[in-house]
Nanobody, 123 residues
Framework: QVQLVESGGGLVQAGGSLRLSCAAS????????MGWFRQAPGKERESVGA????????YYAGSVKGRFTITRDNAKNTMSLQMNSLKPEDTAVYHC????????????????WGQGTQVTVSS
């Protein structure tokens, strides 16, 4: 059983930065891909980015590439999302997820999800 808890959301002005964290618990986490997803009001959930189990490979949605960075610390069982140059359209509830399979994770069909943390970017 994998449990995920996000933290670090808040209100920030456009152009600012925020760092989200995802604390994970469970066995074998270093073999899981982990990722960030977001869902804005009235919109479908979308993939933001993902990171391989070793942390050596990252994947990003085009809308955040170059602005967001995902890292993980397997010793601490944590994953982070550094968000820079934030835009009002980044406003959403951000969730972390984990899955042993990358395609399952990126499709959003993971079995393990955090409860989400709100990010609001004001213009």
């Amino acid at each position: 059983q994998v449990q995920l808890v996000e933290s670090g959301g808040g209100l920030v002005q456009a152009g600012g930065s925020l760092r989200l964290s995802c604390a994970a618990s469970g066995r074998g986490l270093s073999s899981f891909y982990m990722g960030w997803f977001r869902q804005a009001p009235g919109k479908e959930r979308e993939s933001v980015g993902a990171i391989s189990g070793s942390g050596t490979t990252t994947y990003y949605a085009g809308s955040v590439k170059g602005r967001f960075t995902i890292t993980r610390d397997n010793a601490k069982n944590t994953m982070s999302l550094q968000m820079n140059s934030l835009k009002p359209e980044d406003t959403a509830v951000y969730h972390c997820a984990a899955d042993p399979d990358f395609r399952g994770l990126w499709r959003g069909s993971s079995g393990y999800w955090g409860q989400g943390t709100q990010v609001t970017v004001s213009s």
